[in-house]
Structures are given as C-alpha cells and as structure tokens.
C-alpha cells in the first residue's frame, strides 16, 4: 500500500501562491496515478488535479486550470501542486491520494474520490 504525506500548506493573501508536497512511499511507484483532493466542513472532498503514472497526463478541474500545475519527481518519489493566483474560495484542506476511480482514454485523465490519501495540509487564502 502507498503512504503519502502531505506537506507545505499554510496562509496566504489573495493573488498569492504556494507549493504543496506529497511524500510517497510504500509500494508506490512511478505507474501510480496521484491526485490532490481538497475538502471544505461539510463538503465532500474535490478532485483538482491528477497525474498519471509515467507522468505522461494530467488533468485539472475547471476551478484551477490555469492557476495550479501538478508535476511529479520520481527520483524523489514525490507530487506536487504549485498554486499561483490564490483566491478565497481556495481554502481547504488539501489533500494528495490515490483515486478510487482512474480513467485514462484516449489521453484524457479522471480521477474521482479518495481510495486512500495523507492526513491532509491546510491551506487559507486571506481576502
């Protein structure tokens, strides 16, 4: 099973930017298709952002296409998000896990729900 841990949220100001990291371990390898999750009280988690094993696809939500780029370091066995141009209704708990559904058609990526995924990593965009 893959462990992932995830790390660099934080306070930002609107317009603002941060990397988020995810530390994989266990049986991950560079086949294993990543997504960051973000989640809301009351919410169910959001899929933003996933890449595939090989890191041969990704694919954004509609809310951060454009703002966030999701890249992986094999050599380092970690997943990133960097998010730029940060917005208020970019808060969330942030989180990076295997999706429990994975489609990958044709060169066109989904990922939906958490199969399994880090403890999660606070991000607050102040206004």
């Known amino acids: 099973e893959v462990q992932l841990v995830e790390s660099g949220g934080g306070l930002v100001q609107t317009g603002g930017s941060l990397t988020l990291s995810c530390a994989l371990s266990g049986s991950a390898g560079d086949d294993q298709t990543i997504g960051w999750f973000r989640q809301t009280p009351g919410q169910e988690p959001e899929g933003i952002s996933c890449?595939?094993?090989?890191?041969?696809?990704?694919s954004y939500a509609k809310s951060v296409k454009g703002r966030f780029t999701i890249s992986r370091d094999s050599a380092k066995n970690m997943v990133y998000l960097k998010m730029t141009d940060l917005k208020p209704e970019d808060t969330a708990v942030y989180y990076c896990?295997?999706?429990?559904?994975?489609?990958?058609?044709?060169?066109?990526?989904?990922?939906?729900?958490?199969?399994?995924g880090g403890q999660g990593t606070q991000v607050t965009v102040s206004s």
């Open positions: 896990a295997v999706p429990s559904f994975i489609s990958n058609l044709g060169g066109s990526l989904t990922c939906n729900g958490i199969h399994y």
């Open positions: 890449i595939s094993g090989g890191h041969v696809t990704k």
